[in-house]
């Protein structure tokens, strides 16, 4: 018996893919039972390493950090899919003076890291007298490339349709707009909606490179927070918080 993408596994491969998961279980809760324990026995699940939370100043300072991530995340969220989408039609004309361009584009800031793109605009651009904030740097940023990879994520869903969809329609007298708003974007979004997820997720990690240009998001609060002295240095504690509120969004 087979199915769609793989052939479905007999009893001995059931057999062994249940030994090898329960292995992989154990070796994680094993893992993590040795974090915990390193961390327990240099103390840092000491009450003194934990008392700078209780302090009303740094909750709100890590909540003007949180509003930060997720407007920085939200606007370049927004902005990558708009990208994205106009890079995706373009790339899929019939004319070639849209199709080369967007290829050009889209390939170009696909190969420079984020963090380079973030620098030129936040460093280079005042060279040229144009003046960036921080905010708009992060946002630009992850939008030129996060855009040019949905742009991709875009066509490739689009062209894994069979032909036979776009074919019936235009047999039908539909215009290419009405072929792709109208049959082809339909199917194509729930094949791409898991591979979109996971790009806005990177979006919304790579907000903490801000921290290099000293946008106060999460990330630049925490280092912030961490290297305070009177609280003997709280870098483990403010690290796992913080991890876990990226985890929770």
């Given at each position: 018996m087979t199915a769609v993408l793989y052939d479905v596994p007999g009893p001995r491969a059931r057999r062994r893919n249940r030994i090898l998961g329960v292995v992989g279980i154990v070796a994680v809760v094993a893992f993590v039972a040795f974090v915990v324990y390193r961390l327990a026995?240099?103390?840092?699940?000491?009450?003194?390493?934990?008392?700078?939370?209780?302090?009303?100043?740094?909750?709100?300072?890590?909540?003007?950090?949180?509003?930060?991530?997720?407007?920085?995340?939200?606007?370049?969220?927004?902005?990558?899919?708009?990208?994205?989408?106009?890079?995706?039609?373009?790339?899929?004309?019939?004319?070639?003076?849209?199709?080369?361009?967007?290829m050009v584009v889209v390939e170009f800031f696909r190969a420079i890291p984020v963090l380079v793109m973030i620098f030129t605009i936040y460093y280079g651009l005042p060279a040229a007298g144009v003046t960036i904030s921080a905010f708009w740097a992060v946002v630009i940023g992850l939008t030129l490339y996060n855009g040019s990879v949905l742009a991709e994520v875009f066509r490739a869903g689009v062209l894994a349709l069979p032909k036979g969809q776009s074919e019936a329609a235009y047999a039908l007298g539909m215009r290419k707009t009405q072929v792709m708003t109208a049959v082809l974007l339909p199917q194509a979004l729930r094949a791409m909606l898991p591979t979109i997820i996971s790009q806005l997720v990177v979006v919304l990690k790579?907000?903490?490179?801000?921290?290099?240009?000293?946008?106060?998001?999460?990330?630049?609060?925490?280092?912030?927070?961490?290297?305070?002295?009177?609280?003997?240095?709280?870098?483990?504690?403010?690290?796992?918080?913080?991890?876990?509120?990226?985890?929770?969004?």
């Open positions: 026995v240099t103390g840092q699940f000491e009450p003194e390493k934990w008392e700078i939370f209780t302090f009303k100043a740094v909750q709100l300072l890590l909540l003007d950090a949180l509003l930060n991530t997720l407007s920085a995340f939200a606007v370049a969220a927004v902005l990558s899919l708009l990208v994205g989408g106009l890079l995706a039609a373009a790339r899929l004309s019939d004319h070639a003076a849209l199709r080369f361009p967007a790579d907000t903490a490179l801000g921290f290099l240009i000293g946008y106060p998001e999460l990330l630049f609060t925490a280092r912030l927070l961490g290297s305070q002295g009177e609280f003997e240095l709280p870098i483990i504690p403010v690290a796992i918080v913080v991890a876990l509120i990226y985890i929770a969004m």
